[in-house]
């Protein structure tokens, strides 16, 4: 799959990004609030970077699964399906926090807030830098064989 290094670089990006967010924000909400500012913060960041990183994930996935251009119903089934399933657990997880005494909504609110338009930030800046092929040809001077190898160690 030629776009692996773009997913990859994404997952890695933005999972430190999560815990850049999960380290500030523990210390503002500390300050604000506490050590339920600080849970509230953590859960927050952690929260968005598996939500937002799921999609990433299941490509990949979908895309080692799916070798062929025959299997493209079973790669959209999968990204469709761990779509679904973030779905219904984005509710469950929010349903519950609702009731939680501990959280602290506003510290919450404003960590999830900067961390999806983080990792969206950082989703747009991964696509713009990254060197992926448009087509898989052989150019001249390079055998079949070298073509192979290059898309194998991707």
Do not use: C, H
């Amino acid at each position: 799959m030629t776009s692996a290094p773009l997913f990859k670089r994404v997952l890695i990006l933005g999972g430190i990004f999560a815990a850049i967010i999960a380290i500030v924000g523990s210390v503002i909400g500390y300050l604000i609030a506490g050590s339920s500012g600080v849970l509230s913060a953590v859960v927050g960041a952690s929260s968005s970077a598996l939500f937002l990183g799921l999609t990433a994930a299941s490509i990949l996935v979908a895309g080692k699964v799916t070798k062929s251009n025959d299997n493209v119903g079973a790669f959209f089934g999968i990204v469709t399906g761990t779509w679904i399933v973030k779905l219904v657990l984005f509710i469950v997880v929010a349903l519950w926090l609702r009731s939680q005494d501990w959280l602290e909504p506003m510290i919450f609110f404003v960590t999830v807030l900067i961390a999806v338009v983080g990792t969206l930030i950082i989703d747009v800046l991964a696509v713009q830098f990254t060197r992926t092929p448009y087509v898989d040809v052989a150019l001249p001077g390079k055998s079949e064989d070298s073509m192979e190898k290059s898309a194998s160690d991707s």
